[in-house]
């Protein structure tokens, strides 16, 4: 299985850090977050991946490389001045990713999900990792139920950015600039979407303070494990 590394976004929230540096390569714990995704999706297997670039692009690959050094060979996926957002981004990197289901997983996120646990297949159109609702988005994203996503119950949970996708989600999608969002909603209303409930260590860096938090968190369990 091939997988996607969403790293195109702005990061407006996480200015000023990123005015200088994408917010993948913000660093937590000693690391750039995008490298903890690229070691646990190796670990899990998936050495295939496909990185899309955005603001301040240019330094990823940089850093990265092919992928080599890491144990992955990686492809990029170039996008315009003004990023094509999560579906546009996908859509433009299909061709990369070819025709079977592959994994997504957003660059400003950090977690110890279990990358292997993923499904190979799907019977739907995407399956979905669902997480306890952080203290910022208390309300959660969608509900989970014997298995399937749905939109509407109770308790609901919190998307973490972790899914496989089928392409042909994007069947009817023109290129250009739109959100994941509604297509993974008119799926879910289809009955198209499985998901399951990850209840480990998941943080959404969206904000220079989750990020101060998550590095001191780390380097603490860094300390401790030596």
Not at 9 to 33: A, C, E, Y
């Amino acid at each position: 299985m091939k997988a996607m590394i969403l790293a195109a976004g702005r990061g407006q929230r996480m200015r000023p850090l990123t005015d200088i540096t994408p917010k993948p390569l913000l660093s937590v714990g000693g690391k750039p977050l995008i490298v903890y995704h690229i070691e646990g999706l190796r670990q899990s297997g998936m050495r295939d991946l496909v990185i899309n670039l955005g603001h301040l692009g240019e330094q990823i690959p940089a850093l990265l490389g092919n992928g080599r050094s890491l144990g992955v060979s990686i492809s990029y996926s170039q996008e315009p001045q003004d990023a094509l957002e999560t579906g546009g981004g996908i859509l433009q990197a299909l061709p990369l990713l070819g025709p079977a289901p592959f994994a997504v997983v957003n660059g400003d996120i950090w977690s110890d999900f279990p990358f292997a646990g993923l499904p190979r297949q799907l019977t739907g159109l995407a399956h979905l990792i669902l997480v306890n609702n952080p203290s910022h988005h208390r309300n959660g994203d969608f509900v989970l139920r014997d298995g399937q996503v749905v939109e509407r119950g109770a308790p609901a949970l919190t998307f973490s950015g972790i899914s496989v996708l089928h392409p042909d989600l994007f069947a009817h999608c023109k290129p250009g600039r739109f959100p994941l969002a509604p297509l993974l909603r008119d799926a879910i209303n289809a009955g198209q979407v499985s998901g399951e409930h990850f209840a480990g260590h998941w943080s959404d860096v969206g904000t220079p303070e989750r990020l101060h938090q998550l590095d001191r968190q780390l380097w603490c369990t860094k300390a401790s494990d030596g």
